[in-house]
């Protein structure tokens, strides 16, 4: 499945980003080998179960934006392709390396869209909400996260 090459707007302060890099099915740590355009799967640093995940259901309330989770279950819900920041085209940047500060987009593999937040309250934890917004890998400014 070839990514959605065409982002335009308006850049906006990345969101702040940590967490261990595993290729899809195949533990990867150390070095820099993580490329623009690949797949990954983000996992809680502290339980190491906890992946990052979202599926096809919104929000009941807040944004009503599609719901992003971690969960200790395994599937193609867990898997995030690497984009450049905003505004800038994926086939200027197909397979460099990315490096550490970088500004990204993760774009949810299944549905499409990217992993987001913004200033509104999360309804669970009063902190901000984070959920994937767009269509077809195209969002705005707060879809962009420092690596």
């Known amino acids: 499945q070839q990514p959605n090459n065409n982002m335009y707007g308006q850049q906006q302060q990345p969101n702040n980003m940590y ?10 740590y150390g070095g820099n080998n993580l490329t623009y355009g690949q797949r990954i799967e983000l996992h809680h640093i502290h339980t190491r179960s906890q992946r990052l995940h979202s599926h096809q259901i919104n929000l009941k309330s807040g944004s009503y934006q599609q719901q992003v ?3 200790e279950g395994h599937d193609l819900g ?17 397979g460099q390396p990315v490096l550490y500060g970088d500004i990204v987009v993760l774009e949810h593999f299944n549905t499409r869209k990217n992993l987001h937040s913004h200033i509104m309250q999360s309804e669970v934890t009063k902190q901000q909400e984070v ?15 420092r690596i």
């Open 19 to 28: 967490g261990q890099q595993q290729q899809y099915g195949q533990q990867q």
């Open 78 to 94: 867990d898997a995030w392709v690497i984009k450049p920041a905003h505004g800038v085209p994926l086939n200027s940047k197909q």
């Open 131 to 145: 959920t994937c917004f767009g269509d077809n890998g195209i969002g705005d400014g707060n879809d962009n996260w």
């Open 69 to 71: 989770t971690c969960w």
